[in-house]
């Protein structure tokens, strides 16, 4: 692994490198006003959500590069500390581009992108009408970091005093669908992310876990499973019990069983390996096991993969 000290790096090639390993990162459109009232519209990918009770959340306007002066953001919520973080979807992402430009302090981004401000619950500053949320917020403190130093970056961090959620991005219990929000998330140079082509569910345990070493001797030591797999199965309380009801609902497939499993129909190679077993060695047999189950992985159904698993007589 290649490795150095920050300060053996240009501070351009230093700062990309940052920005393409934290990735992807979530987009902050912050809606500010001058002293002279002018909406100003400014996105950060420096940018997160660090409380919740109290509601906090922190962002980080860099001096400019070439002098080290401030932007307008940061000379904005110095004179007014108030501002609006709009949510960045990827239907957004042209105008928010737009925003970015090095506007002067007279122009207002709002008309140069075409959004549409709208005025706030609790603060000064507009938020975005096409934004699908929009944290209106109140500024806790700002730190610099370096002062004055070109690139450095300022924390402000904020109290959230309001929230608008869209309805359009709720399901039907009122919970926000990350599939409806479509945010895109920032990475190094030029590069994005789109959070709705990649989503998944992985529960947080709640309670502690056997841990891998707890595992099935056949588990830990198959060939078929790495250690992120292992990882999977070990974030059960305990190891579950086998269902009688799922074998019975195992979906049909056409043999033979690679065919099957090769087709996707993982579940349906399943049940032709059940049926075929007595004429398969007991090794033969838990290698195709091993395989369905970590084929069950790839899509995160843990109690599922387990299930696979049980269907093995010496496990």
Known sequence: MKGFKPEEKPRRELHHILLSCIAPRPIAFVSTLGTDNTPNLAPFSFFNCFSSNPPVVVFSP?????????KDTLQNLRSLPE???????????PQVNLAASPYPPAVDEFQQTGLTPVPSTMVAPFRVK???????????????????QPASG????????????????????GKIDPRKLQLVGRLGYSWYSRTADSLFCLDMPLQPTIGIPKLPESVQHSPVFTIRELALLASVPSIPEPDPSFVQHLPSAEPPVETAFLAGNTLGALRLLLEQQEHLT???FQLWIHRIAREVLQQYQIETAWQVLLCDPHL
């Open 83 to 93: 501002c609006t973080i709009n949510g960045v979807p990827e239907y957004l992402l």
């Open 130 to 148: 096409e934004a699908p949320f929009s944290l209106e917020c109140k500024v806790r403190q700002i730190i610099e970091l370096s002062p004055g």
């Open 62 to 70: 860099s001096y400019r590069g070439t002098d080290g002066s401030a």
């Open 282 to 284: 007991p090794q033969e």
């Open 154 to 173: 300022n924390l402000v961090i904020c109290d959230v005093v309001y929230i608008h959620l869209s309805p359009a991005i709720l399901d039907e219990q």
